[in-house]
């Protein structure tokens, strides 16, 4: 019997690229085990990211290393996957010499033949073509023992918004829809499978549907909730939405269905309007805020979470202080921020940019300063509050604490002697706050 290869994957950037990342896995099964140790792979993955400058330089700096490896066991193959992959095509292959495999996001379908293919050529392939008509294809996640109790489900991928910072929009291609029967199908199995919760992904996933006919065209709110009548479904959610495509349909989902949890991730990317013009966002601050508004009137408990970059080309004094106005409107439960990178071909790319990196960095330090304090405040609020948690594990900070997670996101530990399973929902009250996590004690299950 032949004994199976050990794959290695390394994985930057968004769920995205963790969702492909498991795809490649599933489709390499055959002929390749996963490892956990670099070392001793005989292929590794290098599944990157191409968001921010300094993304890409992490993946450009693993595939490095890795120059050496090649040289040593010349049988060892290595591919690099995902968004620079796609944005750089050949030109990976003229770096790095040493790499045999350079696909797309749309491409990793066709690896097990690429992989084959690899081996027999023993020069450098690229799949990075975007056909026309891509289809993502019904794939049926494979369901192991000790699988985790929560998965992601992508239901689009690409994206056709184009804002002016952005390079999503070259790696990933135009908007495409799966099939709803498609998604719902992976959402059962995954269900029957043990799983508790699913998290739906795309880059803006207020769109799904768009680019299907009109005869069989449904929302992502009718998605959603056919997602969570998926029977023994216990939690749904999904990332990511430009608020320009906020619906109040979709709103009203976090009022009608319990399974929804009450998590709404809404970049904002900017305070400014005349920013948001110039990052191509079709909204105004106004707009947003009536918008947050809304929901907030459709869920008064949920916890709103966002992105925000500082330093965009041209972003003056007073466009970073109505940044720093909107988070104190907002009051974001928690927030990623960035500093501005540069992403050719993104049309910001030419805009003029006068102001220096020290200020830039000034303002992304402030403002870190601020969200984190917000964050803090905001955590503060549930003392006392009674909130269901999903179980997702013993936490390795000390015996008998486990770690859950709450429907708004909140990681919360608690004390118990008692085992959980991953996945189960338990209640606590919330007994204290700090930035990234709440402490509760945990309810006897008779309490109503
Ligand atoms: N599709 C998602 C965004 C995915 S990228 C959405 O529209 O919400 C995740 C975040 O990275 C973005 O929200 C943005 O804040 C940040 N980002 C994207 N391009 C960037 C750039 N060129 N420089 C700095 N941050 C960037
Ligand atoms: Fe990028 Fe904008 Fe598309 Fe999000 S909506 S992926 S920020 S182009
Ligand atoms: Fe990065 Fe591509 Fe995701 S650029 S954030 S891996 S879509």
Same mark, same amino acid.
């Given at each position: 019997?032949?004994?199976?290869?050990?794959?290695?994957?390394?994985?930057?950037?968004?769920?995205?690229?963790?969702?492909? *990342?498991?795809?490649?896995?599933?489709?390499?099964?055959?002929?390749?085990?996963?490892?956990? +140790?670099?070392?001793?792979?005989?292929?590794?993955?290098?599944?990157?990211?191409?968001?921010?400058?300094?993304?890409?330089?992490?993946?450009?700096?693993?595939?490095?290393?890795?120059?050496?490896?090649?040289? $040593?066991?010349?049988?060892?193959?290595?591919?690099?996957?995902? @968004? !620079?992959?796609?944005?750089?095509?050949?030109?990976?292959?003229?770096?790095?010499?040493?790499?045999?495999?350079?696909?797309?996001?749309?491409?990793?379908?066709?690896?097990?033949?690429?992989?084959?293919?690899?081996?027999?050529?023993?020069?450098?392939?690229?799949?990075?073509?975007?056909? %026309?008509?891509?289809?993502?294809?019904?794939?049926?996640?494979?369901?192991?023992?000790?699988?985790?109790? %929560?998965?992601?489900?992508?239901?689009?991928?690409?994206?056709?918004?184009?804002?002016?910072?952005?390079?999503?929009?070259?790696?990933?291609?135009?908007?495409?829809?799966?099939?709803? $029967?498609?998604?719902?199908?992976? !959402?059962?199995?995954?269900?029957?499978?043990? !799983?508790?919760?699913?998290?739906?992904?795309?880059?803006?996933?207020?769109?799904?549907?768009?680019?299907?006919?009109?005869?069989?065209?449904?929302?992502?709110?009718?998605?959603?909730?056919?997602?969570?009548?998926?029977?023994?479904? $216990?939690?749904?959610?999904?990332?990511?939405?430009?608020?320009?495509?906020?619906?109040?349909?979709?709103?009203? @989902?976090?009022?009608?269905?319990?399974?929804? @949890?009450?998590?709404?991730?809404?970049?904002?990317?900017?305070? *400014?309007?005349?920013?948001?013009?110039?990052?191509?966002?079709?909204?105004?601050?106004?707009?947003?805020? *009536? %918008?947050?508004?809304?929901?907030?009137?459709?869920?008064?408990?949920?916890?709103?979470?966002?992105?925000?970059?500082?330093?965009?080309?041209? $972003?003056?004094?007073?466009?970073?202080?109505?940044?720093?106005?909107?988070?104190?409107? +907002?009051?974001?439960?928690?927030?990623?921020?960035?500093?501005?990178?540069?992403?050719?071909?993104? %049309?910001?790319?030419?805009?003029?940019?006068?102001?220096?990196?020290?200020?830039?960095?000034?303002?992304?330090?402030?403002?870190?300063?601020?969200?984190?304090?917000?964050?803090?405040?905001?955590?503060?609020?549930?003392?006392?509050?009674?909130?269901?948690?999903? +179980?997702?594990?013993?936490?390795?900070?000390?015996?008998?604490?486990?770690?859950?997670?709450?429907?708004?996101?909140?990681?919360?530990?608690?004390?118990?002697?008692?085992?959980?399973?991953?996945?189960?929902? +338990?209640?606590?009250?919330?007994?204290?706050?700090?930035?990234?996590?709440?402490?509760?004690?945990?309810?006897?299950?008779?309490?109503?």
């Amino acid at each position: 019997m032949n004994e199976k290869k050990l794959l290695y994957i390394e994985t930057f950037g968004c769920q995205m690229n963790d969702r492909d *990342s498991e795809i490649m896995r599933q489709l390499l099964a055959k002929a390749y085990e996963p490892t956990d +140790v670099i070392q001793i792979a005989d292929a590794i993955i290098v599944n990157t990211c191409s968001i921010r400058d300094k993304a890409e330089q992490k993946a450009y700096s693993l595939l490095g290393t890795l120059r050496k490896r090649k040289r $040593e066991n010349p049988e060892l193959i290595i591919a690099a996957t995902g @968004c !620079v992959a796609q944005q750089e095509g050949a030109k990976m292959l003229s770096r790095m010499p040493h790499v045999d495999l350079v696909v797309g996001p749309q491409n990793i379908y066709q690896l097990p033949e690429l992989f084959v293919k690899a081996q027999q050529l023993r020069k450098g392939i690229v799949a990075t073509d975007m056909a %026309k008509s891509f289809h993502i294809p019904p794939f049926l996640p494979s369901l192991q023992q000790g699988q985790p109790h %929560k998965r992601f489900v992508t239901i689009m991928q690409g994206c056709n918004n184009f804002c002016t910072y952005c390079i999503v929009p070259y790696t990933r291609g135009r908007e495409v829809s799966r099939k709803h $029967e498609d998604i719902l199908a992976e !959402v059962s199995h995954l269900v029957a499978g043990g !799983v508790k919760e699913v998290t739906l992904l795309g880059q803006n996933v207020n769109s799904y549907g768009n680019d299907h006919p009109a005869h069989s065209r449904t929302s992502f709110a009718s998605l959603l909730r056919r997602v969570t009548e998926v029977k023994g479904i $216990e939690r749904v959610r999904f990332t990511t939405s430009n608020p320009k495509d906020l619906s109040e349909e979709l709103m009203q @989902c976090f009022t009608d269905l319990e399974k929804l @949890c009450p998590h709404f991730h809404l970049p904002v990317q900017s305070g *400014s309007n005349a920013i948001l013009q110039r990052m191509n966002r079709k909204y105004t601050i106004e707009h947003y805020l *009536s %918008k947050v508004e809304k929901l907030r009137s459709y869920s008064p408990e949920i916890a709103l979470t966002t992105d925000i970059i500082v330093g965009f080309p041209g $972003e003056t004094d007073e466009d970073f202080q109505a940044t720093m106005d909107l988070i104190e409107k +907002v009051r974001y439960h928690s927030a990623f921020s960035f500093k501005y990178s540069n992403r050719p071909p993104a %049309k910001s790319c030419q805009f003029p940019d006068p102001v220096s990196r020290e200020k830039k960095e000034r303002r992304l330090a402030t403002l870190q300063d601020r969200l984190q304090q917000i964050a803090l405040e905001r955590n503060r609020e549930y003392i006392g509050s009674r909130m269901d948690l999903m +179980v997702e594990g013993e936490s390795k900070a000390a015996d008998g604490q486990w770690s859950g997670r709450s429907g708004t996101n909140h990681i919360v530990n608690f004390q118990s002697h008692d085992a959980f399973m991953p996945g189960q929902i +338990v209640q606590v009250v919330i007994q204290e706050a700090c930035l990234h996590s709440l402490r509760g004690n945990l309810l006897p299950y008779f309490l109503p």
